[in-house]
């Protein structure tokens, strides 16, 4: 019930190709969706997030797509570039609180 | 602005031992996170601090490890004795109390338990 499940685990995409990342929920309760983006010994930092009234948000190269009724939503990566190479994470937060369950990462490779 | 400090970057300790990490969130934030990352997976929340009080422990295996954050500014988590499968890295996160949903991670420290 608390899952968030992430596919690809891994993803090799040529400059300027696009990326995309998956993932799906079973809870209901989940309020809001970011996503966030880790490079090599750094902490994750939040890239994009998405409520559940909103179907599609776009900010730069970055868009999320949200289906409420199929309970999935994605991630898409447009003209990737090699500095987008990282683990990307999927997350929900539970309503009424700040806790976020994460999705267990696509490590993302753009080949220049 | 700084972002969240967290120290030391990499332990390696046997079982058994105690370990302890420390974190300085960002100036200002009231709200502090423990997270631990076990490789190839994402954080799971251990536990969650609003100013000096808990909010959330649900996730903490309490009979090893504790956290305080005793006046509201850094915290301290602390594992003992620990145990192989908490090599992991351990990450903390703070956001403003008006602005929780925007949650800035520290760099981490990695723990290895030979």
């Known amino acids: 019930q608390q899952q968030v499940k992430q596919s690809p685990q891994s993803l090799i995409v040529q400059k300027g190709g696009i990326s995309i990342i998956n993932c799906a929920y079973e809870?209901?309760?989940?309020?809001?969706f970011p996503w966030y983006q880790q490079f090599p010994g750094k902490g994750p930092a939040l890239l994009i997030a998405?409520?559940?009234?909103?179907s599609e948000k776009k900010e730069g190269r970055f868009t999320i797509s949200f289906n409420k009724s199929a309970k999935q939503f994605s991630l898409h990566i447009m003209d990737s570039q090699p500095g987008d190479s990282a683990t990307y994470f999927c997350a929900a937060r539970m309503g009424g609180s700040e806790k976020l369950v994460f999705g267990k990462g696509m490590k993302l490779t753009v080949n220049p | 602005e700084a972002g969240v400090a967290q120290s030391p970057r990499y332990k390696i300790i046997e079982k058994r031992q105690s370990v302890a990490f420390w974190c300085n969130p960002i100036s200002g934030h009231a709200t502090l996170y423990w997270y631990q990352q076990i490789l190839g997976q994402g954080p799971k929340l251990l536990i969650q601090f609003q100013n000096n009080g808990v909010v959330d422990d649900s996730q903490l295996p309490k009979d090893r490890f504790s956290a305080e954050r005793l006046k509201g500014v850094d915290s301290t988590l602390k594992i003992q004795p620990a145990k192989l499968e908490d090599s992991a890295v351990y990450l903390c996160?703070?956001?403003?109390?008006?602005?929780?949903?925007?949650?800035?991670f520290g760099p981490g420290t990695r723990l290895l338990v030979l």
């Open positions: 809870n209901t309760a989940f309020d809001y």
């Open positions: 998405i409520r559940p009234d909103v």
């Open positions: 996160a703070s956001s403003l109390e008006w602005d929780r949903e925007t949650q800035y």
